[in-house]
């Protein structure tokens, strides 16, 4: 997924109710952008650090700008952007990069299901049963190399562990693909301790056939791209 036109950098200030941040780009100019993040952001939220934005032309937008990316460590980045993984992966099944998830016919998003919910991309085929797929998007990292979800308490997450589990129990497909959007992972937990029934419900709909992926990204200012399958 590449971004058109360019991102430009800046430096953080502060991030606050959830979907502002105050940034200095590097012109000098002081903007208040979008954060589309609805997580902790734990880590990734620190005073001072090297952010890149994206910028719309669209002039009904309360704010121009949004936040995209930001610098872990010298060289690492992470795509904070959670609204931008149902297209990374959608982008990568098109191109044949999740062999895991080949050989289907059509896909489709926001597909409704289940008990008021809504299936990120549905993998259909006349030959097979359909496949839900449910994209979780990870950014958190409490020790280096270690990627974790969720990283605050997710009763929406829990629920949409269910609802695969009774997908996978009728006879379809059930996945979790867990996107690891940073470049620092070398593997992927479930964060029990931050919150203990995600923990359980996705234990649960493991054991009743759920299938879970996780697969890292390549970042940079001009583009995030699927890179490589991590185990679980």
């Not at 910028?55 to 690492?76: C, F, H, I, M, Q």
Request: net charge neutral; with cysteine; aromatic share 6%.
């Amino acid at each position: 997924m590449k971004f058109d036109p360019p991102l430009v950098s800046g430096r953080l200030h502060k991030r606050y109710k959830r979907f502002l941040s105050d940034i200095r780009l590097d012109t000098g100019e002081e903007i208040t952008a979008h954060c589309a993040n609805p997580g902790s952001m734990m880590g990734l939220a620190k005073e001072g650090s090297r952010v890149w934005l994206s910028k719309s032309d669209n002039p009904k937008r309360k704010l121009a700008y949004s936040w995209e990316l930001v610098e872990t460590a010298p060289g690492g980045r992470a795509g904070i952007n959670t609204g931008k993984a149902n297209a990374i992966v959608e982008e990568a099944l098109a191109e044949g990069r999740i062999p895991e998830l080949a050989g289907y016919e059509t896909c489709r998003r926001e597909v409704k299901y289940g008990t008021g919910s809504r299936i990120d991309l549905l993998l259909e085929d006349p030959e097979k049963p359909p496949a839900y797929v449910e994209i979780k998007s990870v950014t958190l990292s409490r020790k280096p190399g270690i990627a974790e979800f969720p990283d605050a308490v997710t009763a929406r997450g829990a629920k949409h562990m269910e609802e695969l589990a009774r997908r996978a129990v009728a006879g379809d497909r059930a996945i979790v693909f867990f996107l690891v959007q940073r470049t620092d992972a070398e593997s992927f937990r479930v964060a029990e301790d931050i919150d203990p029934g995600y923990a359980k419900a996705f234990q649960a709909a493991v054991n009743a056939g759920v299938e879970a992926l996780c697969y890292t990204c390549d970042i940079s200012p001009e583009e995030i791209r699927l890179n490589r399958k991590l185990n679980l």
